[in-house]
């Protein structure tokens, strides 16, 4: 595969470099090699515009206007910038991968985790430690792009990747195209199964929920005899891509009702149901054990009862999963709003990297991310989180993200959250939601409907990705990981939307 990127970058520092092999190659945007020669005047354009080089400089914190309760306010947002003592640092080159080849550990040939001195990494098939920055939904239909410059996919896909790359992104998320980036165009990617959900759905339970699959009582069939038989035959379909390297992991699902109440929930099951039926030999047992006999399950009973059903949930998928791939990363089901708790990650033990969807906060809570972590032994994955631009604070558009007045604030929202998640020693990377998908009153995508990239979000975004490594070499030899996710505030909680 060959760099793609312009003449000037050997001369710039602070710039990530891709080391693709024997030497690292720098040519022209505007050059034959660089674009392949199928693509349209309006791509090779395109490619110059997205020029990773071009740093916008940060706004002031006083300029990220965020809707909050219907009124806009002004939350501080901190920027590569304002990293006091933190100067663009010389160039590190990377492994085609998107690893740091100027530290290497063993290679095994797959993506793996490891934690080095206190701080979890994410290790490429070639040894390079590697911190996953993707976004999600990167996919389009050939019917889309038929009658635009691109004409088809293959062509979209290598003008897309120019984009994602220069950009210093190195992951397609869940829910992307991965089979149409081939050759030049390819990235580490993710996969997405869809478990419970479609056993759910064989089975007849399943019902429209936010932004996920709902089950009746918001009760998943995990009890179902017939569960542990599904999952075998589902991860069949997993060997297809178990010896492909450029595969980091798979997610199981995306945003289970593993909800804090869910022992109440099951308990109110018909009690004909498989999930009464567990959930009730489960609490006569429970209550037999902790004594004394409780008419109600309490907030320790409820977490008692979650742990039980996540283990039972990944350990069953886990397995499947690792009986037909055994190579790569379990990635987890995406856990969600108030199903992120201590007892869902207690009880994740048989993923490789815990995966969240991590909405309504400002900040991240650096010391929860920790708590995360330490109950489940395994690093942390931010799966999806985004900002939307909202100009018009009485439009109502629909979404969990954060609702920001202009583009150039999601840049900087994208900036803040990235630098505290870089001070996590338990973070190992985070997925951007996503690709595409304004509508007519909000920006949500890193592109607009007509694939136009949204530049100056874009540059904001580039210009913390490039900076990455040297940002986590900074913020570890200041005062070690552990200290300072420990000593971290708690984050700023705001509520952007209902909170599943």
């Known amino acids: 595969m060959r760099s793609l990127r312009s003449n000037n970058v050997t001369k710039r520092q602070g710039c990530s470099h891709r080391d693709d092999g024997d030497r690292l190659e720098s040519v022209s945007p505007s050059s034959p090699q660089s674009v392949p020669a ?88 070639e040894g390079h430690l590697f911190f996953s920055a993707g976004v999600c939904s990167v996919h389009t239909s050939q019917k889309d792009v038929e009658d635009t410059a691109f004409k088809t996919k293959d062509n979209w896909a290598a003008a897309t990747s120019l984009l994602l790359r220069s950009h210093s992104f190195n992951t397609l998320g869940c829910w992307s195209d991965w089979q149409t980036f081939q050759g030049e165009s390819r990235m580490p990617y993710t996969r997405h199964w869809n478990f419970m959900s479609t056993f759910g759905k064989e089975l007849g339970v399943t019902e429209k929920a936010f932004g996920h699959t709902g089950y009746q009582n918001q009760c998943m069939p995990i009890f179902h005899p017939d569960f542990e038989s599904f999952c ?191 001070k996590s020693p338990d973070c190992v990377g985070w997925h951007w939601f996503k690709y595409s998908g304004d509508d007519d009153h909000a920006a949500k995508g890193i592109v607009d409907r007509d694939y136009h990239p949204h530049n100056e979000m874009l540059a904001l975004m580039g210009a913390l990705n490039q900076q990455m490594y040297p940002l986590l070499d900074f913020f570890d030899g200041a005062h070690g990981p552990r200290a300072r996710a420990e000593q971290s505030p708690a984050g700023d909680v705001l509520k952007a939307a209902p909170e599943e």
């Not at 990220?64 to 901190?78: E, I, S, Y």
């Not at 060997?239 to 022992?263: I, M």
């Not at 583009?407 to 803040?416: A, E, K, M, T």
């Open 38 to 125: 199928l693509l349209s005047t309006f791509c090779i354009v395109a490619v110059l515009v997205w020029c990773p080089f071009v740093v916008v400089p940060a706004a002031p914190a006083a300029e990220v206007q965020l809707l909050d309760h219907g009124k806009w306010r002004t939350p501080p947002a901190n920027t590569v910038d304002g990293v006091e003592g933190f100067s663009p640092s010389n160039v590190i080159r990377l492994s085609r991968y998107g690893g740091r080849t100027d530290r290497k550990v063993q290679a095994t040939g797959f993506f793996r985790p490891e934690k080095i001195d206190g701080r979890w990494w994410l290790v490429d098939p």
């Open 232 to 422: 075998d035959r589902h991860a069949k379909q997993l060997a297809e891509t178990k010896d492909d390297p450029w595969l980091l992991g798979h997610f199981s699902d995306n945003e289970l009702p593993l909800r804090p109440n869910l022992l109440d929930l099951y308990l109110s099951l018909p009690k004909d149901s498989h999930g009464y039926k567990a959930a009730k030999a489960w609490w006569d047992t429970h209550r037999a054990d902790v004594g004394p006999q409780e008419q109600k399950p309490s907030e320790n009973d409820q977490d008692a009862f979650l742990e039980y059903v996540a283990t039972r949930y990944y350990t069953i998928v886990g397995a499947a999963i690792r009986r037909y791939d055994p190579n790569h990363l379990f990635l987890g089901s995406r856990v969600h709003g108030r199903c992120i708790r201590p007892a869902t990650f207690r009880g994740s033990a048989s993923v490789d990297v815990v995966s969240v969807n991590y909405y309504h906060r400002w900040d991240p809570e650096l010391r929860r991310i920790a708590e995360w972590a330490r109950a489940a032994g395994r690093p942390v994955l931010i799966s999806e989180w985004y900002a939307m631009a909202l100009p018009d604070a009485n439009k109502e558009v629909s979404g969990a993200g954060f609702r920001v007045r202009s583009v150039r604030d999601r840049g900087l929202f994208y900036q803040n959250f990235t630098l505290g998640l870089l």
